[in-house]
């Protein structure tokens, strides 16, 4: 009779845990299902249900993570040519008739159609709502996918490529010491990566002869957010930075990050 007793609690706590697995699961996918649904909303015309995606997003955490890492990914692959649900059409003929007119030349009508497609394409916007979002939810793997996009020099994306940058830059200032890690790793493993040349026993990046090649995005860059976020712990690698490069562009954008950091610490004192 014991034994009868003590497998049926065992069947009904196995079936419970279970139940309680599968529960989780499904609700799980369900908050993955409903980030989905969410972030297609980012592409809307109509700013009430972008705000309506963008505050649903934020509700839904660490489940919102993955779909909007995977827009930032579509949008680093593809060059931009993406328009709001129901502009598609429009969009896509702005595009052609913008491509056309060059061909005959019409200057005024050329700015005109340019400025219609600026109008109707939303690469920028949907990247701006996406790296807002993974920003406020405090997400490593955005840190990471924008730290791989500052160690590049953009192609192919025409006009939209300086602002891309600057929304890159500022969503890592953003981060704030949440980022630093991850940057300074980013230059440590790049300055690893650059070949050197000893001048008086002192190692400088540049070229496999020597000669002066342009610094790697990140090295200006990096310096640049390290300087504006203005942690401490990012001096050292500045410091080597600065005494390595033998590039006269790079030198004073890093002795300025690191001057804005110890004015930043000194004055916190």
Sequence with gaps: ????????????????????????????QGSQETAADAVKLLWSSDDS??????????????????????LLKDIREKPPRRFATGKEQEGEEA??????????YNGEEWAEALRKFHRLEITARL???????????????????????ISETPTGLGTFAGELILLDDDALIRFGELAVPYLISALEQSLAATPSVKVNGVAHRSGKLGILEPAPPIHRRAAVILGEI????????????????????LIPVVQEAIARIRLKNSTEK
């Design 127 to 149: 990247q701006r709502d996406a790296v807002d979002i993974l920003v406020n939810l405090r997400s490593d793997e955005a840190i990471v996918l924008l730290i791989e996009a």
């Design 95 to 104: 595009w052609e008739q913008a491509r056309r007119i060059p061909k005959e």
């Design 1 to 28: 009779m014991r034994i009868a007793k003590t497998l049926l609690l065992l069947v009904l706590g196995l079936s419970c845990a279970g139940i309680a697995q599968l529960t989780t699961l499904a609700r799980q």
């Design 230 to 249: 203005g942690d401490a712990r990012a001096l050292p690698i500045l410091e080597r930075l600065k005494n390595e490069t033998n590039n006269p562009h």
């Design 49 to 70: 249900e972008r705000e309506t995606a963008r505050q649903k997003l934020l509700q839904l955490g660490s489940a919102a993570i993955q779909p909007l890492i995977s």
